[in-house]
């Protein structure tokens, strides 16, 4: 499993080509005390990501490159 692969101890994660936010969505809901941050090239990923993680706690931040 993805999150396996998670440190105990890490803070802070960056999700590389995060698309609509799914995995994002999850290291937060497993791991509450991390913040993500995730890199999208695309818009329109982003705004998805945006409407989906918002629900979410503000432990996220979302950039567009």
């Given at each position: 499993d993805l999150l396996?692969?998670?440190p105990g101890d890490a803070r802070h994660l960056v999700d590389?080509?995060?698309g609509t936010g799914v995995v994002?969505?999850?290291i937060l809901a497993a791991r509450p005390e991390?913040?993500?941050t995730?890199?999208?090239p695309a818009?329109?990923?982003i705004q998805r990501a945006q409407s989906?993680?918002?629900s979410q706690r503000s432990?996220?931040?979302g950039v567009n490159c």
């Open positions: 396996d692969a998670v590389l080509a995060g994002s969505a999850r991390c913040r993500v995730l890199v999208e818009t329109a990923m989906h993680l918002g432990g996220w931040g």
